[in-house]
């Protein structure tokens, strides 16, 4: 029965990509150029890499192709993660302006009926570029390159899970886009840089509060020792925030049911 | 001078408009106090695991100032290309092509009264984080004032270079693209996240001759390393930049002009 | 028999909470207070009342939307907030001012999204489909992107698109909002039939008189969170639908007197060169009115409209109007 309600949720989130896909390619050329501004972007911070290694060739113990594997995973991950649950990112606006009540009215479970809504196009951008700068540089095995899409995976469910999180915060905050925008961005930044830079309290915090270290830390030292321990913590994190990002949500909902917001809606 | 008055009011009024948004100032900290926080820990331990008081001729606390400065003025980045490209597409330029200069002084001068605001909002914040963390014995006064002196051209030649970006919705359907790519061009040759002497040797002299070092790496570098000699080449180097973009501007208006007489506007 | 709809003593109260320097109000406002009805299966009813009245907070409780601070609600045997998932494959929503259709793309896809969403089987589904295609007269533009299409040709496609699933109960909200004459009859014909044939429930909410006479049977107005009427609308349309008001400029002063003797039309305004008239089109034809103010005098300018529904509803209050209750379980109404 479980099986047979993922298979329907697979089946459905694999329709709106398919449609999300056909709108998008209505405007091949404006679709086109936001794939290739963000690889322009992400170009960006490989360049600022590489130019750092050729002066300095380690950071503690990490060469240039692990922190190049960081941006892979980081980069392949987000673009999963908001390419196909692009409302990740939306969720303070719709629940603002009362836009939650269309998603209401259709059969399946909300939450995930509402994430696949949307595709961001430019996270094609990263995806394509985390895979590609991974295969070009890192140079993987096969059994690496399997072992770096389910990675990719584990990091897009965490995106996915932290992204209801900070955007549940619209339940209770009113249309807190600063401030759920700027932890969610925090937590960005910090996944793009190793991880082994921070000690202490700030490690902590890094797979707690901002977890980035479960995408700049974990898969990277799963990828290095071919380990599956790392790999399970990484997953480990990803599916903790999921369910945190999860249960926040229909929490919010219900206040949202109540239409007792801060905001009163029409 | 009737003249200059009017120009100065339209760049505080632009100056003013930006005053009001305070929410900006806290996500600026926020924002600010992640990445820099982030660069100390890589520098730190970069300059810890090579066991360097120097690299690239600049201490620890001299390197955070650097980045500081740098992020200072790359944030304070207006959308002119975008405006100048909104300008072409409806028709305003079109108007204005037969006085030109007017248009262009009025783009500069809402550009730099917004730049200056939103630059020394970053600069206030940045000094505070930057202070708190590796505090700031090397700096002095003469750095601050050469800064100072610096910044008008580094502002005058990034202006008109996203200018020109904008003028090209003349020829292309969408100069976004475009305007990306010169954005991040001038963070990588500019030096934004890395000092340009902590480049390649053999690449050094050909990106301190780009105009982009001039944008963000020459001022960032006097301020914390304040010297005549680097100061009078940083300036004449702006000049020559400046000088540069404004002939490509002025042949890039006239074929402009012809474009649109002879299509009819 | 088991009304589709039913409402018992349904009451929403939202906590406002307002700002006063530092200190925050809390106040409470009382949105539906005390509402009843009950709708049969294949009833069509249209749901009216001004802005802020009620209307769309009643509709949320009904689709499981919004819960209540108290009463109880069974929509076509369900729950709406406690069963919500179930009762949305029972109902479609056609929404006048947001659509379900995909902008960038013809409707065929979004149909094809929504028996995904809807789970339907695929023989079943493309049955369908092309019954309402036929229905509606979509094949002309069924691969046509939706940005492309006319406000008609849309609306058909966003009412069929509703009708995929084989609901019991269709609410439309301002279905015929910024459409043509030719267009708004279209669609109003298109829902009447489908009620009538097909024994589709209809609610129905919309500021236009000419929805509410073409489509509704019966009509449930209510202001101030109360239900005020609710009555046949052939009841509603003998006292006020049938009253029209014409607005006319004349060249030069008129002579009204003909007009003042015209059974059924007064005279609600006269100024030196302008007529507002308000004609009752059951005791006198249109056209015998219009034949009249033309031969009063030049006429410069002329319009014809409907009374506005809030001057319909603040009539009601004047003329101290009842509320009769249908009975429950009366499904079909007589007109």
Known sequence: ?266 | MNFFSKYLWIALTAARSNMAYIGEVSSRFIFLGVILYIFMRLWQVTYHETSASQLGGLTLTQMMWYLTITEAISLSATKVAQEVDEDVRNGTLAVQLTKPISYVLYRLATSLGERTIIFSMNLLIGAIIANTMVGSTPLSLAGLLLLACTLPLAFLLDFLGNFIIGLAAFWLEDTSGLALIYSRITWILGGLLIPLELFPYWLQPLVKALPFASMIYGPAKIFVAPDINNFVEIISRQIMASLAFSICLIILYRIALRRVFANGG | MIPAVELKNLKKEFVVLKRKGLWREKSTVVAVDDVTFSVGKGDSVAFIGPNGAGKSTTIKMLTGILHPTAGSASVLGFCPWKERSQLARQIGAVFGQRSQLWYHLPPKDTFELLARIYNLDLRDFTKRRDMLIERFALSAFLSTPVRKLSLGQRMRAEVAASLLHKPEALFLDEPTIGLDVVARQELRDLIREWNRDEGLTVFLTSHDAGDIEHVAKRVIVINHGRVVIDNQVSVMKRSFLGTKIIHIKFHEEPSLTSLEEMHGVSVAHASAYILKLEVDTEKTAIEKTIHAVLAAGPVADITIEDPPLEKVISHIYAQGLQTTNLDQGRGISEI
């Open chain 1, 1 to 266: 029965m479980m099986i047979n309600k993922l298979c329907n949720y697979l089946n459905l989130a694999k329709e709106y990509v398919r449609l999300n896909m056909l709108a998008q390619l209505e405007y091949k050329g404006a679709f086109a150029a936001q794939i290739i501004g963000m690889v322009i972007n992400d170009g960006t911070w490989l360049s600022f890499w590489c130019l750092f290694f050729s002066r300095f060739p380690a950071l503690r113990g990490w060469d240039v192709k692990d922190v190049i594997t960081m941006w892979a995973v980081a980069a392949a991950g987000f673009g999963l993660a908001y390419g196909i649950c692009g409302n990740a990112l939306r969720l303070p606006g719709l629940i603002a302006k009362g836009q939650l009540d269309a998603w209401m009215l259709y059969p399946p479970a909300l939450l995930p009926h509402l994430l696949f809504g949307k595709m961001v196009a430019t996270c094609w951008g990263d995806a394509l570029f985390g895979i590609g700068i991974y295969i070009i540089f890192v140079r993987p095995d096969i059994a690496h390159l399997a072992l770096f899409l389910v990675l990719v995976l584990s990091t897009a469910i965490l995106f996915v899970g932290f992204g209801i999180l900070c955007g549940s915060l619209g339940f209770y905050l009113g249309n807190s886009q600063g401030l759920s925008q700027q932890w969610h961005d925090a937590t960005i930044t910090f996944s793009t840089y190793p991880a082994t830079l921070f000690d202490g309290s700030i490690k902590l915090i890094l797979f707690t509060l901002i977890p980035a270290g479960f995408i700049s830390f974990c898969p990277v030292e799963a990828l290095r020792q071919f380990s599956w321990q790392f790999t399970l913590a990484s997953f480990a994190g990803a599916v903790i925030f999921l369910i945190l990002g999860t249960v926040i949500f229909y929490h919010g909902l219900s206040r949202y049911e109540s239409g007792n917001l801060m905001e009163m809606r029409g």
